[in-house]
């Protein structure tokens, strides 16, 4: 193998000419001329090095070279292909600047779909204390409002998983954001109209949103590789999160100067401006982008597990699924997620305006700061799974742990919720069981992808069904125990017990080794 020619300062441009050394193996020479003297600084890393000039033949290759002011100072980097690092923050550097990689885009524009998603459901968490106060609705009626949305939630789960599977996450997820905009929007108008058309509205509304995790978790698994998707998951569920503080505190300000129809308008809108920017940008798979690098598609392929898609026909093995105890795991795992989610969620407003009488806008606000910080704990549940990971524990051990902490921090915070004898008490409990739940987000929420990479999709709709109609019945009956006992405390303490007992289960039978 021939030496490669030494670089000077004084060199020619490399215009049309190129010097290929594609078969060395170095990832950047960085030479530079300080003013003090003739200093090469000179670092090295492996890859498959080529200096590109006017050709553009070698397209691993960036070359860029600077001068500086009149003293000359020269200054040449080369990167090679092949060698870009799985960071979520870097982009790759060309002539031009500075460029995102393509999956950074992709996990974007998620995060804000589900920043919608989430807020749209929310609204109706904030609007219904005045809808309520207009109609003469009941606390009992009250949770069957609060859950008509989980009525088409609960079937679209598993026909959303399923869809996914065969067709990708792009196509699926867009229709889902069509549909649930548009029942967003009508939502003022059938509350005017009556109680079964505010129901139906509410039901389909939650049809159209139920193949939004779904989506979101196939549609990352084929942009991101294993070291990666955690973090990956936790940005888009920050924005998830993000979506209730955007929902809470935006609803009530939208309403007191537009009205209640006003915060229904805003973010079936903007879902409808999102949908436009989607369709454009994203693809099912990175294979299929045009603007992605071969550096960057390299990276995500190796990183990922092969599993090909249904053929045309063919049916998820229900049966097959349900015979094993990790697939049971995960779905004990998303009901007792759902439930104590969807409780706070849905009665966090009504909780402070009854127990501490704060106004609508305070309990806004004091339900809002919880969902903001779950937002960041996310995040961190991710980026601590995927570093675990990367430091060789086994994804069994990162998956249990994660998990563990999301269930028993969150139950022995609702205990202690019990005995707050003040809103800023009281927010503070809710803020450390939500931080803590969020990291679910890297243990059963991820482990769908581990052990059935095939059937993700599937087994994602499976366990959050049977998850929304335990969310359905803790929806409900919070109401009702309300009711009853004039009191939160007995279905609180309920809520801690079923956290405890699933975190034993999901440590007995979960696994991170693929099982399907």
Not at 48 to 54: K, P, R
Not at 193 to 217: D, I, K, Q
Not at 348 to 364: D, S
Request: hydrophobic share 50%.
């Amino acid at each position: 193998m021939a030496a490669a020619a030494a670089v000077t300062p004084k060199s020619a441009a490399f215009g049309a000419r190129s010097s290929n050394l594609s078969d060395a193996y170095l990832n950047s020479i960085c030479l530079r001329k300080p003013s003090s003297g003739f200093r090469y600084n000179i670092e090295r890393k492996w890859g498959n090095l080529s200096l590109q000039g006017g050709g553009g033949r070698n397209r691993g290759a960036i070359v860029e070279r600077e001068n500086r002011g009149r003293r000359g100072v020269g200054l040449v980097k080369c990167t090679a292909e092949g060698i870009e690092r799985g960071i979520l923050t870097g982009g790759r550097a060309q002539k031009d600047g500075f460029v995102m990689p393509e999956r950074l885009k992709v996990v974007a524009l998620m995060a804000c779909v589900m920043c919608l998603c989430n807020a749209d459901r929310v609204v109706m968490s904030v609007a219904i204390v005045p809808l309520a106060a207009k109609h003469g609705w009941s606390s009992s009626f009250l949770g069957i409002v609060q859950s008509s949305f989980l009525w088409g939630y609960i079937f679209s789960s598993v026909i959303g998983g399923a869809l996914v599977d065969k067709y990708g996450g792009k196509r699926v997820i867009a229709w889902g954001v069509a549909l649930w905009s548009l029942a967003t929007l009508l939502t003022p108008w059938a509350a005017n109209h009556s109680t079964a058309a505010l129901l139906a509205v509410r039901a389909f509304f939650g049809l159209a949103e139920g193949v939004a995790l779904p989506s979101m978790n196939i549609l990352l698994s084929r942009w991101f590789p294993c070291n990666e998707r955690a973090t990956a998951v936790g940005l888009s569920m920050g924005g998830f999160h993000l979506g209730n503080v955007v929902g809470l505190v935006l609803t009530p300000i939208v309403m007191s100067s537009v009205g209640i129809s006003g915060p229904f308008i805003l973010f079936s809108s903007l879902g409808l401006l999102w949908l436009t920017m989607w369709t454009l940008r994203v693809t099912n798979d990175p294979q299929e982008s045009r603007s992605i690098s071969n550096s960057e598609l390299r990276l995500i392929q190796a990183g990922k597990s092969k599993a090909p898609p249904l053929k045309k026909g063919e049916l998820p093995p229900l049966r097959l699924l349900l015979s094993k105890m990790p697939t049971w795991a995960i779905i004990f795992a998303n009901v007792t997620n759902n439930w104590g989610y969807f409780v706070l969620l849905s009665w966090m407003p009504v909780y402070f305006k009854t127990v501490f009488n704060v106004n609508l806008k305070q309990a806004a606000w004091f339900s809002a700061v919880p969902w903001g910080t779950m937002a960041f704990s996310g995040y961190v549940a991710g980026a601590a799974s995927d570093y675990l990971i990367k430091e060789g524990h086994s994804l069994t051990f990162v998956r249990k742990v994660m998990q563990s902490i999301g269930f028993i921090g969150p139950g022995l915070a609702l205990l202690c919720l019990n005995y707050a004898k003040t809103p800023v008490i009281a927010s503070v409990y809710i803020t450390v069981a939500l931080s803590l739940s969020a990291f679910s987000q890297a243990g059963f929420l991820l482990n769908m992808q581990d052990i059935a990479p095939q059937y993700a999709g599937f087994l994602h709709g499976i366990s959050n069904s049977a998850g929304t109609l335990a969310a359905i019945i803790s929806t409900i009956g919070t109401g009702y125990f309300v009711q009853w006992l004039g009191s939160f405390q007995a279905f609180l303490t309920v809520t801690a017990g079923l956290y405890f007992v699933t975190a034993i289960f999901w440590n007995i039978y979960a696994t991170g080794e693929r099982v399907f």
